[in-house]
């Protein structure tokens, strides 16, 4: 069962790198999700807002008719609405600050050997390995 | 147009790959962000896969000068520098991460299937991507005057 785990991870993985590959070598840039959706957010995407939207689309579009094939996919998301106000300001101002998440900086700036990527992925691990310490074993509340 | 086809079919890759490698189950999420509790490995497959086809992807470019749809190609080597905002926001990301369990990627995957929960979340990350530039450009000059002391 856990290795079973590991290779759809793998598997997994594979594509997402092809998905990011595939939007550098065709489009020309990089693929980030934070960049693209945070784009739209705050009004900098200008001339590049169709491509961002169509990527969305399939980023939405794609896994809601595989889910729905499935019977539906758990994300076991936390009925905690503080928690998860929380987090997803966190998130949401936190890579814009850095510039990128798990996709582009991860994803995209390691492949590459980026400094950039390789610091934030560092620290983004530190803060939410952190996270895990404190709000796990210490409070238990997630 | 192209490039509209183009960049939802990377979307929708990108998509089904977080699906298949479980990157949209928060728990799966939090087991590998808890190195001290019982420690899931399953996302070092995820990210050592994904790096792999994007570091040929990046060799690639560094011999092409514009992508097959014309436009110019990002640098193949990264010129810029980490700074104050990387530190500052990458710290600031995990933490939410590891409090929810969702990155940006999986959360608008999984927005038509992650209940009230993951909409309020995207909801929470686009409000915060909402208010960040003004905070990234006061620390940008908080960290350049330091600098300069």
């Not at chain 2, 097959?68 to 991460?97: K, R």
Request: contains cysteine.
């Amino acid at each position: 069962m856990i290795q079973e785990a590991w290779i759809w991870g793998l598997v997994g993985g594979l594509l997402i790198g092809s998905a990011a590959a595939l939007f550098l070598l065709v489009n020309g840039r990089i693929m980030g999700a934070s960049g693209i959706l945070g784009g739209l957010v705050d009004g900098s995407a200008k001339g590049t807002s169709a491509e961002k939207i169509a990527f969305i689309a399939g980023l939405v579009i794609v896994p809601a008719v595989i889910a729905l094939a499935m019977g539906g996919v758990k994300t076991n998301i936390t009925s905690n609405p503080i928690v998860i106000i929380a987090a997803g300001l966190l998130v949401g101002v936190g890579t814009r600050l850095a510039n990128g998440c798990t996709s582009g900086h991860g994803v995209c700036g390691i492949s590459r050997l980026s400094l950039r990527g390789i610091v934030a992925t560092v620290f983004y691990l530190l803060g939410g390995g952190l996270m895990m310490v404190f709000f796990r074993h210490v409070l238990g509340v997630i | 147009m192209k490039r509209s086809f183009f960049a939802f079919l990377s979307g929708a890759m990108f998509g089904v790959g977080l699906l298949i490698s479980g990157m949209v189950d928060t728990t799966k999420v939090q087991g590998w962000l808890d190195v001290f509790g019982n420690w899931d490995p399953t996302l070092a497959f995820v990210l050592g896969g994904a790096i792999l086809p994007m570091a040929i992807a990046w060799r690639v470019a560094a011999r092409r000068r514009v992508a097959v749809l014309g436009d110019p190609l990002p640098m193949a080597s990264s010129p810029a520098h980490p700074d104050a905002n990387i530190v500052i926001g990458s710290v600031l990301f995990g933490m939410g991460w590891g409090l929810a369990g969702l990155c940006p990627g999986p959360a608008m995957a999984s927005a038509t299937f992650g209940g009230w929960g993951g909409l309020l979340f995207l909801v929470a990350m686009a409000a915060g991507m909402y208010v960040a530039p003004p905070i990234r450009r006061k620390i940008e000059i908080r960290s350049t005057q330091l600098k300069e002391i």
